[in-house]
């Protein structure tokens, strides 16, 4: 990754250009012998049994992006920002599936793509005293994703043409602060934001030969409304952090599952509210403790029956209660500074997919995937190092209590399910310099 920032001070305003180029590429390799070997020999059964499943995915981009701003000087009354900003995109997504023996299952698949977005913004704050302040921001931005398709040998996915899609997308935010002293701070703030549409794989039926997803999804779009208080006590040893949070999402985009495999959707809306907190502790100044806590009510506001989801149906991958608490305690050892750290970390029921529902005219809708409760789970970590002018040497465990649970879960072909559990207990040694 390469980046450059000039900033030219005219007095009233400074000028800041930040330019930067980005270059990835990684592969992706899975062993999915388990479900595609078995749906092979469900359709292939002259070459049955099928051994071997392995999927290999080659992706990456190229990603320029070019920003202009000019800031005014802090005057305590009226303060304000414009610019504008450019970003172009060129990604590259080769997937393959090799079956042995091989088969014109599923696939080669070249998935070349461009996105391009082209913004302006403003944002101004003007002080009705110090201590009261309220910002207004608006950002128009000019989006475009083009996509091509190109597969061969496949009774799965099908070709897709070259397809642009344009979106033209207005945000704003709204921001009041209430400052009672030097060490607390309230506000409120409503913002809007989108993710942009972009390409789906068109999967076919493999019996009828029938498209059963969509070219493409939709953009989406919220307005999120906050509550929140945040300060540090007299002494500094003390801070904290809470907010309170209302989230409208219209086109909320989604995984779906469609023949065993998963592509993204869009349901009609959502809705997710609840609060997140903060809190940290300076005991002394070598021991400090913090804890987070957080609570999330995120549903379906309707009946989605694409998705076989009921209105009121929390949304997937959404766990309602998650939280952490850390410490961190430094001292020295024969002259060099050292230190001693760990962390908690919990993480409740997650669900994933959804359960099917009747309509009211009596109309059964099936999932799109299947329901399951990723039960919650708690994990801890502990790290010992030191320190000694330019060098770092530290040794840690990750998943002390080697829980197994699982932390992710998906559906895949004729009905299995693929899980990620935890990495069972870890312990390394991490060696820093600096230069």
Do not use: C
């Not at 469900?42 to 071997?52: C, D, K």
């Not at 009211?360 to 990723?374: K, L, M, N, V």
């Amino acid at each position: 990754m390469h980046r450059l920032t000039i900033d030219y001070d005219f007095g009233f305003a400074t000028l800041t250009s930040v330019t930067s180029f980005q270059e990835l590429e990684f592969t992706q390799t899975a062993d999915l012998t388990i479900p595609f070997a078995a749906f092979a020999d469900l359709f292939f059964p002259e070459n049955a049994p099928h051994t071997s499943a392995l999927f290999v995915g080659n992706l990456g981009w190229d990603k320029f992006t070019q920003e202009v701003r000019l800031t005014s000087e802090s005057n305590g009354k009226f303060e304000w920002l414009l610019g504008g900003y450019y970003s172009n995109e060129e990604g590259f997504n080769i997937q393959t599936l090799n079956l042995t023996p091989p088969e014109p299952l599923f696939f080669f698949a070249n998935f070349p793509s461009e996105y391009t977005e082209k913004a302006v913004f403003a944002n101004g704050t003007y002080y009705f005293t110090p201590n009261f302040d309220a910002s207004f921001g608006i950002r128009y931005s000019d989006n475009t994703n083009s996509v091509l398709l190109e597969t061969r040998d496949s009774i799965l996915v099908a070709p897709v043409p070259f397809n642009e899609v344009e979106e033209k997308l207005t945000n704003y935010l709204f921001n009041m602060r209430y400052r009672p002293s030097d060490n607390m701070s309230f506000y409120a703030r409503a913002a809007s934001g989108y993710r942009p549409g972009g390409a789906n794989f068109v999967l076919l039926d493999p019996v009828s030969g029938e498209p059963i997803t969509d070219p493409q999804f939709d953009a989406d779009s919220l307005w999120n409304y906050d509550l929140g208080l945040k300060g540090t006590s007299a002494n500094g040893r003390v801070s904290y952090d809470v907010a309170v949070f209302y989230i409208d999402w219209q086109d909320y985009q989604i995984g779906v599952v469609r023949g065993g495999l998963s592509v993204l959707g869009n349901a009609d809306s959502a809705t997710s509210k609840g609060f997140e907190g903060s809190l940290n502790l300076a005991a002394t100044d070598d021991l400090t403790f913090g804890a987070t806590l957080s609570y999330i009510d995120a549903t379906l506001d309707v009946d989605e029956p694409d998705l076989g989801g009921a209105e009121g149906t929390q949304l997937p991958n959404s766990p309602e209660w998650s939280g952490s608490v850390t410490f961190n305690y430094n001292f020295m050892v024969a002259g060099v500074q050292a230190y001693f750290g760990g962390s908690w970390r919990y993480v409740g029921k997650t669900p994933v997919g959804f359960e099917g529902f009747t309509g009211d005219d009596g109309t059964f809708y099936p999932s799109s995937s299947p329901r399951y409760d990723i039960p919650s789970y708690d994990v801890a970590n502990l790290n010992l190092g030191f320190s000694a002018e330019r060098f770092d040497a530290s040794v840690y465990v990750t998943n002390l209590f080697d829980d197994d649970s699982w932390v992710n879960y998906a559906t895949n072909f004729a009905g299995f399910a693929l899980g990620v559990p935890m990495r069972p207990r870890t312990f390394g040694v991490v060696l820093r310099a600096k230069f």
